[in-house]
C-alpha cells in the first residue's frame, strides 16, 4: 500500500508539474518511533510528505469520509481518523490508533495546527503531549506553497508549475517534546517566513471567513489577527 501511495503521489506532481524545493531530508530516520509535526496548508502537503521515505499514516478529521472517494480510500488504507471537536475523546482515540501505527514501524503525521486557515494558527500542544506519551520522536516539518496548487475549500483553483517548499529539521526525542512545543513552532513558522521557501498561506478572515464550527486559536506573535478574531468571537457571544 505504501509503495503504491508514493507512487500515486509522484505521478500526480509530475502531471501537476510541481517543483520541489526540498531541504534536511538527512534528518528522516525510518527506523525509529516517528511522529511527524507539519506545518498544514492543504490537501496537497500529502504528496510533499510522501517524498519523505517513511511509511506514512496520517491524523485526518472523520468528516473527510463524506466525500466519496477521498473517504473510501482513508477508510480502505487504515488512516487514523478522528472526531477533532470531540476533545479529550479524540485525544483518547487518538492515543489507542497512534500506538498500534508506531507499534507496526509505520510513522504518524499529525498536523499540530488542526486547520489550513494560514500560518498564523497556533499549534495545539496535544500533538506534543502525544509523542511523549507514546515515546516517539518529533519530525518538525516546515512546508509551504502546496495551498497554490490546490486552494480547495476555498476555491476549486488547480494550478500547474507551483513551487512547494519542505524543510525537515533534526528531531526532536520523547522527553523534550513537551517543553520544546514552543520552539519547534517558532521555528517552523520562522522558516516559512523568512523568505528562503515558497510564500506560505495567509489567513484572512475577511475573505476566508471565521470558520465558527472549528476549534482554532491565533499564535499570539500575530496580535492583529488575534484581536480581530477575538472581536469576532466577543460580537458573536453578545
Not at 48 to 75: H, I, K, N, Q, S
Not at 108 to 114: A, D
Not at 159 to 181: H, K, L, M, N, Y
Not at 188 to 193: E, H, R, Y
Amino acid at each position: 500500500m505504501h509503495r503504491r501511495e508514493r507512487r500515486w503521489a509522484e505521478q500526480v506532481a509530475n502531471f501537476l508539474d510541481i517543483d520541489w524545493d526540498l531541504a534536511g531530508l538527512d534528518n528522516v530516520v525510518s527506523d525509529r518511533r516517528t511522529i511527524v509535526l507539519p506545518l498544514h496548508e492543504g490537501f496537497a502537503d500529502a504528496l510533499a510528505l510522501l517524498r519523505l521515505g517513511p511509511d506514512l499514516r496520517f491524523v485526518a478529521r472523520d468528516e473527510l469520509c463524506e466525500w466519496p472517494t477521498l473517504g473510501r480510500y482513508l477508510l480502505a488504507s487504515h488512516q487514523v481518523l478522528v472526531e477533532a471537536e470531540r476533545g479529550r475523546t479524540a485525544y483518547r482515540h487518538l492515543l489507542s490508533a497512534g500506538q498500534s501505527v508506531l507499534d507496526s514501524g509505520e510513522a504518524l503525521v499529525v498536523f499540530p495546527q488542526g486547520s489550513i486557515l494560514g500560518i498564523e494558527v497556533a499549534f495545539w500542544k496535544g500533538a506534543f503531549r502525544l509523542a511523549e506519551r507514546l515515546d516517539a520522536w518529533v519530525l518538525p516539518v516546515a512546508l509551504t506553497g502546496s495551498h497554490r496548487v490546490w486552494e480547495y475549500p476555498y476555491s476549486p483553483l488547480v494550478r500547474f508549475g507551483q513551487t512547494i517548499s519542505v524543510r525537515v529539521f533534526p528531531p526532536v526525542p520523547p522527553d523534550r517534546a513537551v517543553r520544546e512545543a514552543a520552539a519547534i513552532e517558532h521555528l517552523l513558522k520562522d522558516a516559512a517566513l523568512g523568505g528562503s521557501m515558497a510564500e506560505p498561506r495567509r489567513y484572512r478572515p475577511e475573505i476566508d471567513g471565521y470558520w465558527d464550527d472549528y476549534r482554532y486559536e491565533i499564535d499570539p506573535r500575530f496580535p492583529e489577527l488575534a484581536d480581530q478574531v477575538a472581536s469576532h468571537r466577543d460580537h458573536l457571544a453578545q
